[in-house]
């Protein structure tokens, strides 16, 4: 699951957002059970840096709720950032909010060894 990127950019709070994850979780767990879910980190863009304070705080509530509920938390934040704390603009288009090739070759690569790990091999 990958989601709160657009919600943050249009207003939401961290809270806000970290309130739909835990609908979307408790709607899964009544309708699938306990299948397994995965919740891809909210991504840093440079379009949107001016708003890495909520990203990351986003993510920090996720993460403490997907622990509390079960769910794996794929943080790609840290990978998608420089040494100075800023969005890595080669992982981008030239909209600078949208991934590139490099940057889904990172994300593949992650998620890869989180489904690999699940499948058990």
């Known amino acids: 699951m990958y989601a709160g990127d657009n919600d943050l950019d249009e207003g939401a709070s961290p809270e806000e957002v970290l309130a739909s ?3 979307f979780v408790l709607g ?13 980190s909210i991504k840093p863009s440079p379009l949107r840096q001016s708003n890495l304070h909520n990203i990351r705080r986003a993510n920090e509530l996720i993460r403490a709720a997907a622990v509390r509920t079960g769910i ?3 943080d790609v934040f840290p990978l ?4 100075g704390g800023k969005p890595r603009a080669e992982l981008f288009q030239e909209d600078t909010l949208h991934l590139n090739a490099s940057g889904y070759a990172m994300w593949k690569t992650v998620l890869g060894e989180y489904l690999r790990a699940v499948a058990g091999q």
């Open 80 to 83: 998608m950032i420089d040494e």
């Open 21 to 23: 994850f835990e609908a």
């Open 72 to 74: 794996t938390f794929i």
């Open 28 to 40: 899964v767990r009544q309708h699938l059970g306990s299948i397994p879910v995965a919740f891809l």
